[in-house]
């Protein structure tokens, strides 16, 4: 299996515009989670879904960040607008079972977005 | 309130040196589970290892070995005769509900030649 393919790798793009993550989990994952890494807190936790479901997106900062789940193989992260704030390593990660609390969760290679 | 401390930043050492990492965790359940995920320069996170509550059993892969001790609530890392490969940022997590990660703060580990 290929693993979690994220795209793209690195974005740059100008305060205001709208950004679009993208994200293929692993085949036959059924739990999909976003996650955010920032030198000042860390890997946080965005949103999961679970059988394209979301489950829990309270850790989406506002309202400019929305994710979706269309089917099994897909999902996106879109902030619009985007802020230099923003700027951050985003990954997207899948496991089996429900949830991560006995199955191991595996990461995709991350999207680092910049934004000016 | 942190879940997971890792008290150490940094760590240097020179090839060949013994690394141990110190992960501290915090959780009132009695079921839970904890991980350690390797992030090499090149930025992808890598599993390593998952161990759940009920199994105090310390565990070796190769070079890696892996001390859990509920009384201390600590889940430490060890990376014997360490290489240049092994320089990373190495995280520990604690999973005690459905499905959240916690992350520790993480640890570098620079091998020197």
């Known amino acids: 299996d290929a693993g979690v393919i994220q795209s793209p790798r690195h974005e740059v793009t100008e305060m205001g515009q709208e950004v679009t993550l993208r994200c293929k989990p692993i085949?036959?994952?059924?739990?999909l989670f976003w996650y955010r890494q920032t030198m000042m807190r860390g890997l946080e936790l965005l949103i999961y879904?679970?059988?394209?479901?979301?489950?829990?997106d309270s850790g989406m900062p506002e309202d400019r960040f929305s994710a979706k789940m269309p089917n099994a193989s897909f999902s996106t992260l879109k902030i619009q607008p985007s802020e230099p704030r923003d700027s951050a390593v985003y990954f997207c990660?899948?496991?089996?079972?429900?949830?991560?609390?006995?199955?191991?969760?595996?990461f995709g290679q991350g999207t680092r977005l910049t934004v000016v | 309130a942190q879940k997971v401390t890792q008290a150490q930043t940094e760590i240097s050492v020179v090839e060949k040196e013994d690394v141990t990492l110190d992960c501290v965790y915090e959780t009132r359940d009695t079921t839970y589970y904890l991980f350690w995920y390797k992030q090499p320069p090149s930025g992808e996170l890598v599993f390593l290892i998952r161990r759940n509550s009920f199994d105090e059993q310390n565990e070796i892969s190769g070079r890696y070995s892996w001390n859990f001790q509920k009384s201390t609530s600590s889940f430490n890392f060890t990376i014997t005769a360490s290489q240049v490969v092994d320089s990373a940022v190495y995280f520990c997590a604690l999973n005690d509900n459905d499905y959240k990660l916690s992350f520790g703060a993480g640890t570098t580990v620079t091998v020197r030649a």
């Open positions: 990660a899948s496991s089996s079972g429900t949830g991560t609390m006995n199955t191991e969760a595996f």
């Open positions: 085949s036959g994952h059924n739990s």
């Open positions: 879904f679970n059988n394209n479901v979301p489950i829990d």
